[in-house]
């Protein structure tokens, strides 16, 4: 593709036109050789970029135009828009999403209708006329910026479409862009109604021991399974981080990023800490993802890690995880945290051109449960960090690798303690989290000790003859995930009837509401 642009710019063009795409892939590929060639060139001129639609309502391979939108524009296309395989009616809706939603000027270029099988071949059903009133309707409706004509569209046809739209007043589009990201299938916001953005981790070879041996073992098929579960069990990201000593990361990652980009759904946090498998896995993946992560450990000058991933990443268009941790190392007070995250997003703002809302901070999660006196306070700090940046960087997201709060207690411990941390860190203003989305309990499903202990933990409420990291360890001495959820279960059942209703309907609690009804 930068080849084919080099020889359009040198024979003189006043565009680039990437059109009729049908894969997210194929198209990125498409943009980021054009922009290479301009750069090289040293000669901009407009990049246009259309997709096409089936009558699916889809792309071929299975895109919506949410997904399009939100792979493509980060890369810096200069208008989005539609063209080939349906007429205007069938482009309607989809237009009108793109009118909402896009930040660049659209464009559209429909067929002259669906075509009609004849004896004499295809023959596209629409009117110069017919064509005219449509791309009308775009301009003074949807404000698109430039109209055309594709399949079965002639020299008549784009003559009455100039007639008609002399003098036309373009519709004052105000679009409402929705920050997310995207697999090649579905947009993915950052904001979710219902909960966090719950981000999977267990398609990391260095946190999940299952994922870790299927990778080493070459079980592909296994590591797609564990990326499947994970869209089950609610998360709306996967975290997918294939960095292992001995390994070459870039082969792994362009194996499993290959993979997961069309038999899972959804859209992928690239982690690792070396550019090059960052970049084997953008290169493979045709939606929108998010770099995990940047940081100053080694300062910010041209040898630097993030010096050398952040063209990588602004090129790809992904967004980006901000690590507290800075030349001095992993920040641990807020007002650290704060002054390390400050000096990042500082510079990934004013040095690359990135959003606020495409920026999540890491204010890091150490574990409250070793006992030693100067980790006590490490989820505090945490949540205050969170809160201070909040402050200073209205529209900023947040994520956190919830478990790490926990290590070394017993599971079914940890998924109270990690579930109370999470919801204290929403509280703050936390956006996302890096989870086992299937493991994190509603604070109306855990037992109120449980939940205030745990609480005291967080917040180092320590008193005389209390310390509620060794009262948590007594609570959950000899119980495991699985007895714990036994447990609760026989409360609930144990309960008169109209008090086992409210909790089985409005919270979800387990099974059996159709038995209760039944009864009730």
């Known amino acids: 593709y930068q080849e084919n642009a080099v020889g359009l710019l040198e024979g003189g063009v006043d565009a680039i036109l990437v059109e009729t795409c049908q894969d997210l892939l194929q198209a990125k590929a498409a943009v980021l050789g054009a922009k290479r060639a301009t750069a090289a060139a040293g000669r901009q001129v407009p990049l246009i970029c259309h997709v096409t639609v089936e009558t699916t309502g889809a792309m071929l391979l299975g895109s919506e135009i949410g997904a399009a939108l939100t792979a493509l524009e980060p890369l810096g296309v200069d208008l989005m828009g539609l063209n080939c395989a349906t007429g205007p009616a069938e482009m309607t809706e989809h237009l ?24 004499d071949g295809a023959r596209y059903p629409l009117t110069p006329g017919e064509l005219a009133d449509a791309l009308s309707m775009f301009v003074r409706d949807y404000g698109a910026a430039l109209v055309g004509g594709c399949c079965g569209t002639t020299p008549a046809h784009i003559a009455e479409v100039r007639a008609r739209l002399a003098g036309l007043q373009r519709a ?18 950052f904001a979710q109604d219902a909960s966090v953005l719950m981000i999977g981790e267990r398609t990391n070879a260095n946190g999940s021991k299952a994922f870790r041996e299927a990778m080493l073992g070459g079980d592909w098929q296994r590591c797609v399974e564990l990326a499947r579960g994970q869209a089950r069990d609610g998360s709306h990201l996967l975290d997918l981080c294939v960095d292992y000593v001995g390994r070459d990361g870039t082969v792994d990652m362009r194996e499993l990023a290959g993979r997961f980009a069309t038999a899972s759904t959804l859209p992928i946090m690239l982690d690792s800490t070396e550019p090059p498998v960052i970049q084997a896995g953008l290169e493979m993946l045709g939606g929108r993802c998010v770099v995990n992560s940047v940081n100053f450990e080694d300062g910010y000058g041209p040898e630097s890690r993030y010096a050398r991933v952040m063209p990588i990443i602004r090129e790809h268009g992904a967004a980006v995880v901000v690590m507290c941790i800075d030349e001095q190392g992993q920040a641990r007070t807020a007002e650290w945290k704060l002054g390390a995250a400050s000096c990042i997003v500082d510079n990934l703002v004013g040095r690359w051109g990135m959003a606020i809302p495409d920026l999540f901070v890491d204010t890091l999660t150490f574990p409250v449960s070793t006992g030693q006196e100067e980790t006590r306070r490490d989820a505090i700090e945490t949540i205050e960090a969170i809160r201070a940046i909040a402050a200073r960087y209205p529209g900023i997201n947040f994520t956190l690798g919830v478990s790490n709060v926990s290590f070394g207690l017993n599971a079914a411990a940890r998924q109270v303690l990690n579930s109370v941390f999470l919801h204290e860190c929403v509280q703050a203003g936390l956006t996302s989290a890096i989870v086992h989305a299937s493991k994190i309990l509603p604070m109306s499903k855990i037992p109120d000790e449980h939940r205030q202990v745990a609480l005291d933990l967080v917040y180092d409420r320590r008193r005389e003859g209390y310390d509620p990291l060794q009262r948590l360890i007594e609570l959950f001495e000899g119980v495991d995930a699985a007895s714990a959820r036994a447990s609760r279960a026989e409360e609930l059942a144990a309960l008169p009837l109209a008090e086992r209703l409210e909790p089985r309907i409005v919270v979800g609690h387990g099974n059996g509401p159709d038995a209760d009804l039944e009864r009730a």
């Not at 697999?183 to 993915?188: D, G, L, M, R």
Request: charged content about 20%; glycine content about 4%.
């Open 96 to 119: 009108r999403y793109l009118s909402r939603h896009a930040r660049v000027p659209i464009s559209v270029m429909p067929n002259a209708g669906l075509p009609e099988l004849t004896a």
């Open 172 to 189: 004052d589009r105000r679009p409402t862009p929705e920050p997310g990201v995207s697999s090649i299938y579905h947009h993915v916001p």
